[in-house]
């Protein structure tokens, strides 16, 4: 069993910065060729992809809303993937989650991910 904890959320200015974690446990087992990924949803929308990075080579992806201010990142002594988020506006607000696939599917689609965290949510001012 997978469980995934997702922290580091909060209420920010336009223009600011916030770094979202998630720690991950897998029961003693290894990663390795799961694909990490968050998505976030705004309230009556649906859940979005944001960025996803491969455990063990660490190749990433982004929506292209986010690229150049969002970065995906994973520490493998950690068993943490962070998402470092610069230049927020008030458009990314929402819950964010953090998602675990055992690397079937497409990196884009809710669908493809096997487990969840609870979120936490994100509140940009402008």
């Known amino acids: 069993q997978v469980q995934l904890v997702e922290s580091g959320g909060g209420l920010v200015q336009a223009g600011d910065s916030l770094r979202l974690s998630c720690a991950a446990s897998?029961?003693?087992?290894?990663?390795?060729?799961?694909?990490m990924g968050w998505f976030r949803q705004a309230p009556g929308k649906e859940r979005d992809f944001v960025a996803a990075i491969s455990w063990s080579d660490g190749n990433t992806d982004y929506r292209d809303s986010v690229k150049g201010r969002f970065t995906i990142s994973r520490d493998k002594t950690k068993n943490t993937v962070y998402l470092q988020m610069n230049s927020l506006k008030p458009e990314d607000t929402a819950v964010y989650y953090c998602a675990a696939s055992a690397g079937y599917g497409s990196r884009w689609s809710p669908t493809s991910y096997d487990y969840w965290g609870q979120g936490t949510q994100v509140t940009v001012s402008s």
């Open positions: 897998a029961s003693g087992r290894s990663f390795s060729g799961y694909r």
